[in-house]
């Protein structure tokens, strides 16, 4: 048995979908401990595009169980139209599916609070998903949160109505906007429980158990540098994306844990607002969106694209105490006569957004396809060197290249597993 940390290196949208999708093939579980709708996996299976937003990944596979963890922050609505939408395509859920007691839940006043407080800030807005993933957040550490317990207990309905008024005197007094009607979103929250109470339980000890016997994967949401410790506050979400959160969102007894893989993209990217070293505001930019299909999974916004930034990987190779790496959207580059990697830079401007003496190294692309390719040595002999940089850079090993978006197209050099 062996047990797999997920985590993206750099601001999200790494490709961690189509990796977990890869390995939960001979994965028993499936685990979220952090974020909530606020996240976009994107699996191709034959050609058929799913993305998910709260569900774990491994849901598509039949033996794989999927547990949404306590650190999860949970939309009822939204996680009812995920349920619905998979079980259309015919995918089974109810023996797969356990989501922990203790997930906070996302109120209708909370969504309403973070497009007010966004629209506020204007020009220094974070550029957040507007899911109300942050006010639910604050909420939980503030010790008035709304738990998925809750509704067992008969105080649900006070304790949001309560929580509600407080915001809507916000939301009304300071924002000037509208409240929201607090009867009907009781009402319609306890609806939407009511379809999904026999999938909630106490999945602290189901993690435990599944992690001390089978093959589990933790999959971490957004990534390291939108972690609100590690990351490039304020512009960050509002969860620990980093290893410590998986231990707090999912109550894993860190013993077993058995190896972590970062998720790195052969270029980077970043949706939302804050600084990003290596962006290419120019015609390289564009055309890595281009063939990149660069555009946010859940909120469909274009992603800014820059060369590679080692600086941040090396960060999350020790934050993350990352063991190996699946490196992601290789084929991307396939058009690109010159490729940089960013390898250094000075402290970053958090008023102008601007980062002194950005340094790159150069080299050759190689300019042909590697679209599906499977093995290592098929690779032209500069994307192998552009592996071997970056290998060289951050010390540690690229195990998985993932070089289309199908879970056929990737070349694995590691049996990651039997680690
Ligand atoms: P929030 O998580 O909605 O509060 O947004 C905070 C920041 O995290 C914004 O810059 C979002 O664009 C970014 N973000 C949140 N979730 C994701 C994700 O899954 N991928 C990439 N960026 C994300």
Partial sequence: MSNIFLVGTHWGDEGKGKIVDVLSDRADACIRFQGGHNAGHTLVINGVTTILHLIP????RDNCKSIIGNGVVVSLSALNQEIESLKKSGIKIDTKLFISKNCHIILPTHVALDVAREQALAEKSIGTTGRGIGPTYEDKVSRRGIRLVDFESNIFESKSSDLMSYHNFI???YYHQNKIDIEKAVNEMRVEYEKVKD???DTTHLVNELSSNSNCIFEGAQGTM???DHGTYPYVTSSNTTLAGLLSGSGLNVSNLDYSLGIVKAYTTRVGHGPFPSELNNEIGRNIAKWGGEKGATTGRDRRCGWLDCKILKES???NRINGLALTKLDVLDNLDKIKICIDYGDINYQTMSTPNVKYIEMNGWESPTVGINN???LPLNAKKYIEKIEEIC??????????PDRR???SRDDIFAK
């Fill in 57 to 60: 990944s491994g849901i598509l």
């Fill in 171 to 173: 939301l009304d007094k």
């Fill in 199 to 201: 999938l909630v339980s």
């Fill in 226 to 228: 939108l972690d609100v």
């Fill in 317 to 319: 190779v020790e934050l």
């Fill in 376 to 378: 290592f040595n098929d």
């Fill in 395 to 404: 010390e540690t090993k690229i195990a998985i290249i993932s070089t289309g």
């Fill in 409 to 411: 197209q990737v070349i």
